[in-house]
């Protein structure tokens, strides 16, 4: 399987006296979809790994639902290493937890039947 590899721009400062922080992928700007692409995931809850302000975000594979314990970001004012890091991580832990959970098993046996 090649590795997926997508290049993230966060933009922020401050325009016309007002401040803005941007993601983004490819030019657009980021959403869930890019997460689920990035995680193998079906579902999150808020932005999947580029929420902000949470240390808890939770995503789903199928029926399977699990909650991760996150360092919490703030895309305006922490630093960018601190930002990709974290970032990497989250996808690095998910993509963990989804490519534990399909597994699949076959088994096979002979019964005798009465006298």
Request: a negative charge; charged letters at 30%; aromatic letters at 8%.
């Amino acid at each position: 399987m090649s590795k997926l590899v997508e290049k993230i721009t966060i933009r922020r400062g401050i325009n016309h006296g007002e401040k803005f922080c941007d993601i983004l992928c490819d030019g657009k700007i980021v959403d869930h979809a890019l997460s689920r692409k990035l995680t193998g995931t079906t579902q999150e809850h808020g932005s999947g790994v580029f929420a902000q302000g949470i240390d808890e975000i939770s995503f789903e594979y199928g029926k399977m639902r699990k909650e991760f314990s996150v360092k919490e970001l703030n895309f305006s004012i922490d630093d960018p290493e601190v930002i990709s890091e974290e970032i990497q991580n989250r996808i690095d832990v998910v993509r963990a937890w989804v490519a534990g959970i399909d597994r699949s098993e076959e088994f096979s046996f002979f019964v005798t039947g009465g006298q």
